[in-house]
């Protein structure tokens, strides 16, 4: 008999499962894919040495994770590793603005664009300095976030309070005009800011944009050594030495309800596992009360406010094994491990406003990875392992570039937007094309069939989207883990804080059922 139950080992199950195991509870963990990690994986997908991060792959907020920070994951084998910078975004123009973990780097990059700018992204940091903490403590605590925000009050005082609340809430473009005079600073806060499915005029969009970059600045963009995988791999061995238990290609298709009490689960092969405390699902919001719960006991308020759920873009990835390191025009890009391709915010928008109307983008922006310039190990001498990914609709209306993909996804198609990714890839780094010696492609149904909590391939498990966070997520209600069934709890990246490895979810989870059987007990 196990204490917890916890469906579905990516790092959000995997961080719930050993708090729970570090408070002396007996837990299993049940994974329907034949390895653990969910989104964080890593495999040779080309051909052997050339390792590639299937799912996401760069860790800043792992990294600077309370929650995650506190299982002193380098003790189990992890290590963190990094380039000469954080982020590059080049132009074709030949420009060229990065982030780096050396301040006065960073500084001097956005100076090049107008005078005044390195010493306002200097105050911007020293704002993050004062109020980061509290906010990646708010990441991994149940709303209300009562103890950061006293913390938070104290170090802005009230009025600085009122004015970082403001400027949290802008749209990205407007946050860059009122903080900046030059087009790069513009570039690197609105490509981050798309990181949380925000477009350049969403709101929140100044916040995520903000956030990301001080986080680079602070703890830069790591990548664990060996691929992602590493993450996963020390994760499960540090739950293994605390007697917990990873079951893999065990799929859950129910959960056991008991007099208004979850008290178990229900394999694909009709076992039936029981749980005395909790059970935690690391799955979608929609899965969870649409699929593992008997109807009955799934208020019909749930069920109707689960029809508003809205999930982020959808996303089509690439990973290459190339002949040698990127051939960048700015040399920047080839110090840099993560590159944002597009022309600029104008650009951004246009792409976001194609996406809104449920077009496949007629220009990309990648989000693009290259790996040899900090962990040699992910493929042999001389040679690179990258990837990008660029989002399209959930719901495809049209091309925007004419060339008819309309979401089949058949290899015509997958072909067809490829070599529009290579081609933004040719204009920045001529030759890039001529060093493919093999690729592996994702389309939104293999993103979602290798891990089925990335729905058409969304990454953030719901939109970042205001009206969709906080007290919003994943329904309007509190934002807590509980649900409407004693004892189950939401641990995925479908509630309060939402996407991105930090482990948030799976904390706030583990918190909470720790919290009621203290009270019960």
């Not at 979850?262 to 919001?285: K, Q, Y």
């Not at 007629?362 to 989002?391: I, N």
């Not at 490895?501 to 918190?511: D, F, Q, Y």
């Amino acid at each position: 008999m196990h204490d917890a139950i916890v469906i579905g080992s990516g790092p959000n199950g995997l961080v719930a499962a050993n708090m729970l195991a570090d408070a002396g509870w007996n837990v299993v963990v049940l994974e329907e894919q034949p390895t653990p990690g969910g989104a964080v994986k890593t495999a040779e997908a080309t051909e052997p040495g050339f390792r590639h991060d299937l799912f996401s792959a760069f860790y800043p907020l792992a990294a600077a994770s309370p929650a995650i920070r506190a299982l002193e994951l380098e003790q189990h084998g992890l290590r963190w590793r990094h380039g000469p910078l954080v982020l590059a975004h080049p132009r074709s123009d030949g420009t060229c603005v990065v982030l780096s973990r050396d301040l006065e780097e960073t500084a001097a990059s956005l100076e090049a664009f107008a005078p005044g700018d390195g010493d306002q992204w200097r105050r911007l940091f020293g704002l993050w300095q004062r109020a980061g903490g509290e906010l990646l403590d708010g990441m991994t605590r149940p709303l209300p976030p009562v103890r950061a925000g006293l913390s938070l009050t104290r170090r802005l005082g009230p009025r600085g309070l009122l004015r970082f609340t403001r400027l949290a809430l802008l749209p990205v473009r407007r946050f860059a005009e009122e903080q900046f005079r030059g087009e790069g600073a513009a570039r690197l806060l609105a490509g981050n800011a798309l990181h949380a499915d925000l477009a350049p005029e969403s709101s929140l969009g100044g916040f995520f944009g903000w956030f990301l970059c001080s986080l680079g600045q602070d703890v830069g963009y790591p990548f664990p050594e060996g691929g992602a995988g590493s993450l996963t791999e020390a994760l499960v061995r540090r739950l293994e030495r605390r007697c917990g238990t990873v079951r893999c290609g065990d799929a859950v298709d129910g959960i056991l309800v008991r007099r208004g009490r979850a008290v178990g689960v229900r394999t694909a092969s009709g076992i039936e596992i029981e749980a005395t405390r909790a059970v935690l699902a690391d799955t979608t919001a929609p899965s969870l009360y649409l699929d593992l719960l008997p109807p009955e006991v799934v208020p019909g308020h749930v069920i109707s406010a689960l029809r508003a759920f809205q999930w982020d873009s959808g996303t089509f990835k690439v990973d290459w094994a190339l002949d040698g390191p990127i051939p960048w025009s700015a040399a920047e890009a080839r110090r840099a491990p993560v590159v944002h391709v597009a022309e600029g915010i104008d650009e951004l928008t246009e792409w976001s406003g194609e996406l809104a109307r449920g077009l496949v983008p007629a220009k990309p922006f990648l989000v693009f990875g290259q790996y040899s310039m900090g962990d040699p190990s992910r493929c042999p001498a001389g040679k690179e392992v990258a990837w990008a990914y660029t989002h399209v609709p959930q719901k495809i209306r049209g091309d925007a570039g004419g060339e008819g993909i309309a979401g089949v996804w058949d290899a015509r198609e997958r072909e067809a937007l490829v070599a529009r990714i290579e081609a933004r890839l040719e204009e920045l780094a001529p030759g890039f094309r001529a060093l493919v010696r093999g690729r592996h492609v994702q389309a939104p149904p293999d993103l979602e069939s290798a891990n089925r909590n990335l729905v058409n391939g969304a990454l953030n498990g719901g939109t970042a989207q205001l009206h969709q966070q906080l007290v919003y997520r994943p329904i309007a209600g509190l934002g807590r883990p509980e649900t409407p069934v004693r004892n189950l709890y939401l641990a995925s990246a479908s509630a309060h804080p939402g996407g991105g490895v930090h482990g948030g979810p799976g904390a706030i989870a583990a918190r909470a059922a720790l919290r009621h059987a203290r009270f019960v007990g």
